[in-house]
């Protein structure tokens, strides 16, 4: 079992920036690969944010060139760096995880992930 807690949400006026971080434990020594993902109210959850084993990163369309994500393999931690935020990044924001070879690795897809944190609330205000 793999658990994933973030920290680090909060609430920020437009164009300001907030960090996030998930903190992996338990069996982490098998996860291949991570992700940031978030969900909106009355809305599905997406990908935001994935980075390889090897180290490649994605990034979905609508954050790119405003978020990074990056992690410390050796202390099994992810983050998010989040700048320029918007009021469309309000979401709640989840940690995932994938340990299994199946399915097939999409960085940005939520069936490629077995392991979720609880989530980490980012607001932003206008």
């Known amino acids: 079992q793999v658990q994933l807690l973030e920290s680090g949400g909060g609430s920020v006026q437009a164009g300001g920036s907030l960090g996030l971080s998930c903190t992996a434990s338990?069996?982490?020594?098998?996860?291949?690969?991570m992700a940031w993902f978030r969900q909106a109210p009355g809305k599905e959850r997406e990908g935001v944010a994935g980075?390889?084993?090897?180290?490649?990163?994605d990034y979905a369309d609508s954050v790119k060139g405003r978020f990074t994500v990056s992690q410390d393999n050796a202390k099994k931690m992810l983050y998010l760096q989040m700048n320029s935020l918007k009021p469309e990044d309000t979401a709640m924001y989840y940690c995932a995880a994938r340990t299994s070879g199946v399915p097939p690795y999409h960085s940005l897809s939520r069936v490629t992930y077995n392991y979720w944190g609880q989530g980490t609330q980012v607001t932003v205000t206008s």
């Open positions: 338990g069996s982490a020594i098998r996860i291949t690969s």
């Open positions: 980075i390889a084993t090897n180290g490649r990163t």
